[in-house]
């Protein structure tokens, strides 16, 4: 009987290890397509990317910047944002055109106003996560609006809480 449990044990573990083999490879099929995504999008933005360690350090070694959470304010950046960020809704879809609807009735004007007079202070955008493009959008409408020193945050507010990073919250 011990030996059947064995020899069960045994048969369950290089089933599940063969799976995850095989998982693995169709993982980083979908790493690759987010990785080149992305790798596009800041060729075309013409923004620089911030990691989730760098932006932590930034933050803690105070360095002057405004950081803009793309997410949508009661589902997201009222639960949990990167502490001090200010909130800015972009679409999802690349937005090619500004669109009010698509921006909370929100104009380029009003993105410019919280972007501040200063063109060369060092602005960060997140979103959610990586594949999310709501922070591609921001930072290429910051881009567009003349500030030139635009960073996107790719892994957005699911890297940070990953990292076990503090978040902030709205009352």
Same mark, same amino acid.
Request: charged share 25%.
């Given at each position: 009987?011990?030996?059947?449990?064995?020899?069960?044990?045994?048969?369950?573990?290089?089933?599940?290890? #063969?799976?995850?083999?095989?998982?693995?490879?169709?993982? %980083?099929?979908?790493?690759?397509?987010? #990785?080149?995504?992305?790798?596009?999008?800041? /060729?075309?933005?013409? $923004?620089?990317?911030?990691?989730? %360690?760098?932006?932590?350090?930034?933050?803690? #070694?105070?360095?002057?910047?405004?950081?803009?959470?793309?997410?949508?304010?009661?589902?997201? $950046?009222?639960? /949990?944002?990167?502490?001090?960020?200010?909130?800015?809704?972009?679409?999802?879809?690349?937005?090619?055109?500004?669109?009010?609807?698509?921006?909370?009735?929100?104009?380029?004007?009003?993105?410019?106003?919280?972007?501040?007079?200063?063109?060369?202070?060092?602005?960060?955008?997140?979103?959610?996560?990586?594949?999310?493009?709501?922070?591609?959008?921001?930072?290429?409408?910051?881009?567009?609006?003349?500030?030139?020193?635009?960073?996107?945050?790719?892994?957005?507010?699911? #890297?940070?809480?990953?990292?076990? $990073?503090?978040?902030?919250?709205?009352?």
């Amino acid at each position: 009987m011990k030996r059947l449990i064995f020899a069960l044990l045994l048969i369950l573990f290089l089933v599940s290890a #063969a799976i995850a083999w095989d998982n693995k490879f169709e993982k %980083e099929v979908k790493t690759e397509t987010s #990785a080149v995504k992305l790798t596009r999008e800041v /060729a075309r933005g013409g $923004y620089d990317v911030v990691t989730t %360690e760098e932006l932590k350090q930034w933050i803690d #070694a105070g360095k002057e910047m405004l950081i803009v959470d793309t997410m949508p304010y009661v589902a997201s $950046y009222k639960k /949990a944002h990167v502490p001090g960020a200010k909130q800015f809704l972009f679409p999802i879809p690349e937005m090619n055109q500004w669109d009010t609807n698509e921006t909370a009735g929100k104009s380029q004007q009003d993105y410019a106003a919280l972007l501040g007079p200063d063109k060369e202070k060092p602005i960060v955008v997140y979103c959610g996560f990586v594949k999310c493009t709501r922070s591609h959008n921001g930072a290429v409408w910051a881009k567009q609006l003349g500030y030139k020193n635009v960073y996107r945050y790719p892994g957005g507010i699911f #890297a940070w809480k990953g990292a076990n $990073y503090e978040t902030a919250q709205v009352n």
